[in-house]
Antibody
Framework: QVHLVQSGAEVKKPGASVKVSCKVSGYTFTTYAIHWVRQAPGQRLEWMGWINAGNGNTKYSQKLQGRVTITRDTSASTGYMELSSLTSEDTAVYYC???????WGQGTLLSVSS | QSALTQPASVSGSPGQSITISCTGTTSDVGGYNFVSWYQQHPGKAPKLMIYDVDNRPSEVSNRFSGSKSANTASLTISGLQAEDEADYYCSSYTSTSTYVFGTGTKVTVL
């Protein structure tokens, strides 16, 4: 059975960075890319970027380019999303999803407040 | 990359059919057959309903169908049921090797 399990909720101050993890099980990690998607309270889904879990190649949304870094550790079957220079606008639930969209993590709530 | 355009809300009575549109450009919806549709209930992760324009995952009811014409994709829900009340988002691959979501549509079952 496929599972994507994300790290727990985070509270950060403006200007800080956050790193969210997404541990995969139930399939060969390197077979599928991992997407990262976020959703601010009451707002639409926003695509952030993705990583080819096999070769590590990445692509980011133009809006977040320069602030977001997506990595992976194949030995741990885990993907990571790091977001820097946080502001209140980054308060959202962050999801990881398998490339085909069939499997999603449970979401990680990030709150940014002074 | 601007969000794809969806109607803010669509409603229908039980048993009726409704259609949600998703309008993009030739750089996304119109240029690729990589349009997906997601259903999202409050507080839950999105659920894939349609992929590659008109393909349905095995566990999704055949009451859900997808199509595309030029720069506009559509999701049709037939035989509307109370459990279909949710937010729906389209998504498309783009010419810059990125993805973009739609603005989202709230479906209400009257």
């Amino acid at each position: 059975q496929v599972h994507l399990v994300q790290s727990g909720a985070e509270v950060k101050k403006p200007g800080a960075s956050v790193k969210v993890s997404c541990k995969v099980s139930g399939y060969t990690f390197t077979t599928y890319a991992i997407h990262w998607v976020r959703q601010a309270p009451g707002q639409r889904l926003e695509w952030m970027g993705w990583i080819n879990a096999g070769n590590g190649n990445t692509k980011y949304s133009q809006k977040l380019q320069g602030r977001v870094t997506i990595t992976r550790d194949t030995s741990a079957s885990t993907g990571y999303m790091e977001l820097s220079s946080l502001t209140s606008e980054d308060t959202a639930v962050y999801y990881c999803a398998r490339e085909d969209g069939l499997y999603w993590g449970q979401g990680t709530l990030l709150s940014v407040s002074s | 990359q601007s969000a794809l355009t969806q109607p803010a809300s669509v409603s229908g009575s039980p048993g009726q059919s409704i259609t949600i549109s998703c309008t993009g450009t030739t750089s996304d919806v119109g240029g690729y057959n990589f349009v997906s549709w997601y259903q999202q209930h409050p507080g839950k992760a999105p659920k894939l309903m349609i992929y590659d324009v008109d393909n349905r995952p095995s566990e999704v009811s055949n009451r859900f169908s997808g199509s595309k014409s030029a720069n506009t994709a559509s999701l049709t829900i037939s035989g509307l049921q109370a459990e279909d009340e949710a937010d729906y988002y389209c998504s498309s691959y783009t010419s810059t090797s990125t993805y973009v979501f739609g603005t989202g549509t709230k479906v209400t079952v009257l």
